[in-house]
């Protein structure tokens, strides 16, 4: 059953979240457990208050057109409503956690529910919110879509938020009802609407097209051809990229899965579900040494318990002692009775019989009709049951790794015990750990002073930058001028924003104003793209001077420089 479900309001989700930040601050970050801990305070304190009332079901748009072969818009919508509202601060529900709760409910994967059907099924994944809409077309190639918000918690039903555009720019229809759905639901928002318009400018929506039509696909096999012509289109596209690959490694195309998901770069948000994969890839096709590079890499950034446990897996197969791993994922997940089962054989080989005896019977308490688990435990027995070989005693004694010297570990019956391996992924597990780090970051910014809120928040906007996040990077640079409207490290960040939108003028007016406020290299620089891009070439120079002369060593603007002075311009 989805964690999602809940029949209560005191759903496991809200639990999930506390485990996560546990997992999170007290494995990786213990600078911050103690906020980690003020985070995840009981129902009703203000640190719960923090990341409750931000959970979104966004239900597929219905198709009020006629003409059926436009029913692939209907989950355009949930997929572009779910990246904006996630990159906006709320937490959809993906679209795998929708389709599991219909099937748990017994619901059709297609059913229109009614509002008294959506109100049920919101209470049961509990959503604070719910997102319902429709779109039309016309003949003149037009399509309208109107969409209104479900308030769960004080139930009520927001006005619709209507659009409309020519069908070729139907990503910006998408994006402009992101936008007002997100100012809907918080009134506080201030990212601008043509940050959410700029989100889509790289992506062609025949590639978009392709992509969706591959979601909706049931069968690896009917899902690749799509997907495979949205990367062609569109190969910066993450998310057909990283579908393109669970979808190669759902169709046991390891190889293709590998080289795939490894396209994806690290900084990219959907790297850590990639690596998983990527990990699972590596492991299938017996390159264990690659596959454990690929899940530590997640677990330096997520450390939950299925990545770590993957992890120790893959050391395993290279004759590498992985107790520690393993030990971490019992304690982050003591339930699952697999992580004791690979403690066991790794204490096993040790030699450590009483400890591995307490780990395989935690394994069978949890699993009695585990069959290997039984195998396992009588082989323990058996170990303890015969004196300790003197090689194993004095490898032990001189420090030796046990599991050098006992590389395997055969019953008479000839059973020998592999460690397992979790070979499914909790895409909502990822996405609730990053929203809880997200949220306990905040948290810890807010206890700063106020000039060092501005800091960070400008730091975060200037990494989010580099990665690509506009919408991401705006909302931290709008909170850095909520604090500080004179910060100019701020407007200069909100210059480079609009720049990316394409808004040249707003982007002048805003690297203007943070020169006014304080001289910086990152507003001089804006001013020198926009006079280049201008062919004012003079003045270009200008601005380049003067931010080397604040950034001698700025690689942007030695970059620039020599573009001028391919040109002909020499910086003054």
């Known amino acids: 059953m989805p964690h999602f479900l809940s029949q209560t309001r005191t759903s496991p989700l809200r639990t999930r979240f506390a485990a996560c930040i546990a997992v999170l601050f007290l494995i990786a970050l213990p600078e911050l457990a103690s906020v980690a801990q003020a985070q995840t305070a009981t129902p009703g304190s203000n640190g719960a208050q923090n990341y409750s009332g931000r959970l979104v079901l966004v239900l597929p748009f219905e198709n009020h057109s006629g003409d059926s072969s436009l029913d692939w818009i209907g989950e355009s919508f949930t997929a572009i409503l779910n990246q904006r509202l996630g990159a906006a601060g709320f937490l959809p529900i993906s679209r795998e956690d929708r389709m599991n709760a219909m099937e748990h409910l017994g619901l059709p994967k297609d059913f229109k529910p009614s509002r008294a059907t959506t109100f049920r099924v919101a209470q049961t994944m509990d959503a604070d919110y719910v997102i319902i809409g429709s779109y039309t077309t016309t003949q003149d190639k037009q399509i309208s879509a109107q969409a209104q918000v479900l308030q769960v918690r004080v139930p009520s039903m927001t006005q619709p938020v209507v659009d409309s555009t020519p069908m070729r720019r139907l990503l910006d229809l998408e994006n402009a009802i992101a936008w007002k759905l997100a100012s809907t639901m918080d009134p506080n928002y201030s990212v601008a609407e043509e940050t959410f318009l700029a989100a889509s400018a790289n992506l062609q929506l025949s590639a978009f097209e392709d992509y969706i039509r591959g979601l909706i696909q049931a069968a690896p096999e009917d899902r690749i051809p799509h997907l495979k012509m949205a990367v062609q289109i569109s190969p910066t596209y993450t998310p057909a990229v990283l579908a393109l690959g669970r979808a190669y490694y759902d169709d046991q195309q390891y190889d293709k899965a590998a080289s795939t998901l490894a396209m994806i770069p690290h900084e990219n948000r959907q790297a850590l579900e990639a690596g998983f994969y990527l990990g699972l890839s590596y492991f299938n096709s017996g390159q264990y040494a690659k596959a454990e590079n690929a899940f530590a890499f997640v677990a330096t950034q997520l450390p939950l318990p299925e990545v770590v446990n993957n992890q120790g897996v893959a050391a395993s197969r290279q004759g590498k002692d992985a107790g520690a791993l393993f030990e971490r994922a019992c304690n982050a997940d003591p339930l699952n009775p697999d992580y ?233």
């Open 340 to 572: 004791h089962y690979n403690f066991a054989i790794v204490l096993l080989h040790r030699k450590d019989l009483k400890d591995a005896l307490l780990e395989v019977q935690q394994t069978l308490k949890l699993r009695p009709n585990d069959n290997e688990a039984t195998q396992l435990q009588q082989l323990i027995q058996k170990s303890m049951a015969t004196p300790a070989a003197p090689a194993a005693n004095s490898a032990a004694s001189a420090g030796r790794p046990a599991a050098a010297t006992t590389s395997t570990t055969v019953a008479a019956n000839g059973f020998q015990p592999v460690e397992r391996i979790s070979r499914t992924y909790s895409e909502a597990s990822f996405r609730q750990a990053a929203f809880e780090l997200d949220q306990v970051r905040a948290m810890h910014i807010r206890r700063l002073p106020v000039a060092r809120q501005v800091q960070s928040y400008v730091a975060q906007g200037t990494k989010y930058l580099a990665q690509g996040l506009s919408l991401e990077a705006e909302r931290e640079f709008q909170a850095a001028l909520k604090m500080d409207g004179n910060s100019a490290a701020a407007h200069a960040g909100l210059a480079q924003v609009r720049v990316h939108n394409g808004n040249a003028e707003e982007a002048r007016k805003e690297a203007q104003l943070s020169l006014q406020l304080k001289p910086n290299a990152t507003a001089y620089l804006v001013l020198a793209r926009l006079d280049l891009r201008a062919k004012q070439l003079a003045a270009a120079a200008k601005d380049v001077s003067q931010a080397l002369q604040l950034e001698p060593d700025n690689a942007d603007a030695k970059g620039m420089q020599t573009a001028l002075a391919a040109q002909g311009e020499t910086i003054p």
